[in-house]
Nanobody, 123 residues
Framework: QVQLVESGGGLVQTGDSLRLSCAASGRTFGSFTMGWFRQAPGKEREFVGATTWPGSSTYYAESVKGRFTIARDNAKNTVYLQMNSLKPEDTAVYYC????????????????WGQGTQVTVSS
């Protein structure tokens, strides 16, 4: 069973940056995708971005493209979400997710989930 643990959330102001981490255990990365989703209060969980193995392809939602960047440390089985130029609308619980196939943007296609880390952006 794959286990995912997010960390790095916090309270910041508009324009600040945060770096989230997602550590995976229970498998090695091969033909595998790790992605980021977020869920604001009263809203549906939405796709943020993802990266896939093999290779290093990445894909981002239009709402974060140019501001957020996904990086990874293969040796540590860890994926990072670098969030720059944060806006109040970025406030949400951010979740790490994984699947055994390529990148998709729908939540139901990701069977593995972390418990989330809170990101709050004040204005």
């Amino acid at each position: 069973q794959v286990q995912l643990v997010e960390s790095g959330g916090g309270l910041v102001q508009t324009g600040d940056s945060l770096r989230l981490s997602c550590a995976a255990s229970g498998r090695t990365f091969g033909s595998f995708t790790m992605g980021w989703f977020r869920q604001a209060p009263g809203k549906e969980r939405e796709f943020v971005g993802a990266t896939t193995w093999p290779g290093s392809s990445t894909y981002y939602a239009e709402s974060v493209k140019g501001r957020f960047t996904i990086a990874r440390d293969n040796a540590k089985n860890t994926v990072y979400l670098q969030m720059n130029s944060l806006k109040p609308e970025d406030t949400a619980v951010y979740y790490c997710a994984a699947r055994d196939h390529g990148i998709v943007v729908t939540t139901y296609q990701y069977p593995y989930w972390g418990q989330g880390t809170q990101v709050t952006v004040s204005s």
